[in-house]
């Protein structure tokens, strides 16, 4: 099976799976314990936020450990729900992942206000800035990239903007985390990641948190982190995270990205010359460079297109729903003006590091074969001829 669905979950890293069993063995204690098998844990974390705050760029003491971005997502609402009391208003870009969206609705409920993308699904800067003449909101939510079209966001001008209206500014930035540099993530009041988006064990994460101010907590019933989330830390799961972390970012310093761009670009293109009518999302923005999202023709839905790519041993994804009829349309396609139609055609395909350019030529010529075979089944038959 050639593995191309990373943005959904990206297989454990050799050196994240080393630093697992390593800490496994050497840190078996409960890191809150008094005796000094609980102290080495503790000080095996301590030093995981050190390595974090450096790359991020803010102090160790505003990082906690979260269980990944859902909570992370969770816990930073909660937080600027609490903090701003209420009547507040949340500004939550239009294309965020639901464990954003959700969790605005449940802390800001009948309070936000959506910043709307352009067609390329680029979150509106300008929209910000007319808004502000009208009201002063307790949050600004804008992911880094987005997790189905992999668009790059303008998070930080938004970031900046933010800092100098002084209005809260939270960064989801899970899809970003060990695909570009993480650096500036720490100027945010809060920002969440996730180690199984970058090749680290699942159910584990970062937030962080305002430097200054009381935190209102998510999760409660212990004094860990400072009361800012109770819960006996992962530590095997975070010295993983981390160690997976940093062997990412030694391929984006090495410059390793460009290659696989490359590869991505040529696969678009040969696929968008072989598949009439064929658009690639998000063309035209600035991209991660593992993301490939694509609205294929036909008159099947997404659906068969993924289950026959399964068929032939490619692991792709939809972005969201599909054909049944009962299921909704992707809420980031709708944002950018895509038509339920077309949206029900959307195919996500996602590299990891170790994801070859054989792997996407291979893709693209099991596209070419599904396209050929869908067509002859329509009985058109110009499918035979490609
Ligand atoms: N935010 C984004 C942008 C995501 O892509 C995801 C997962 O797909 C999440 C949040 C939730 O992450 P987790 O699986 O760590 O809870």
Redesign the pocket.
Known sequence: MIYLDH???SPLLPAAREAWLDAAERFPGNPSSPHRSGARAEYALEDARHRLAARLGCRNTDLIWT???????ATAIHHAGQAAGPGAVAWVSAI??P??HENARRFFAGRIEKIPVDARGVVEVGWLREQRRRESPALVAV?A???ETGVLQPWREVRDWCIAERIPFFC?A??VCGRMPVDGLGACDLA?G?A??FGGP?GV?FLKVPATGDFHALVHGGKQAEGRRAGTENVTGVLAMIAALEWCEARIAAGEAAGHAAWRDSFEAAVTAALPGTRVVGAGAPRLWNTSSLLLPAADCRQRWVVRLDKAGFAVSTGSACASGSEEPSHVLTAMGVSASEAGRAVRVSAGWSTTEAEWTALRDAMGKVWAASRATDGSGEGESR
């Open positions: 943005n959904a979950s269980s990944g971005a859902t909570e992370g997502c965020e992942h464990a954003v992911m990239a987005n997790n989801d899970t899809q969440a996730s199984h988006k699942r994460g």
